[in-house]
């Protein structure tokens, strides 16, 4: 079983950058999909990046290309969500997860989860 916890989140101004980042613990990591999602108050949790296991490929929500950047570091065991230019619609709880087979965009794909980590983005 894999534990995951995210930390980097907190209260930022539209423009300015974060760096999310997720720990993995008590599995393979380089044998993972792994995968940042969020989700708004009412709304469903949504896709927003996610990396091979290589690092080799990555994939993005049309709202975040561009502006975010996926990576990992196997040595470690962790992944990274760099953001830049942050907007306020990008205030959310964001989930790091990984998942055994290729889901990547599909949330209901993914093995494990962490407990999230709060973005504020003000205007």
């Known amino acids: 079983q894999v534990q995951l916890v995210e930390s980097g989140g907190g209260l930022v101004q539209a423009g300015d950058s974060l760096r999310l980042t997720c720990a993995a613990s008590g599995g393979t990591f380089s044998s993972y999909v792994a995968g940042w999602f969020r989700q708004a108050p009412g709304k469903e949790r949504e896709f927003v990046a996610a990396i091979s296991r290589s690092g080799g490929n990555t994939y993005y929500a049309d709202s975040v290309k561009g502006r975010f950047t996926i990576s990992r570091d196997s040595a470690k065991n962790t992944v990274y969500l760099q953001m830049s230019s942050l907007k306020p619609e990008d205030t959310a709880v964001y989930f790091c997860?990984?998942?055994?087979?290729?889901?990547?965009?599909?949330?209901?794909?993914?093995?494990?989860w962490g407990q999230g980590t709060q973005v504020t983005v003000s205007s």
């Open positions: 997860a990984v998942d055994r087979r290729y889901s990547v965009y599909d949330k209901n794909g993914y093995d494990y």
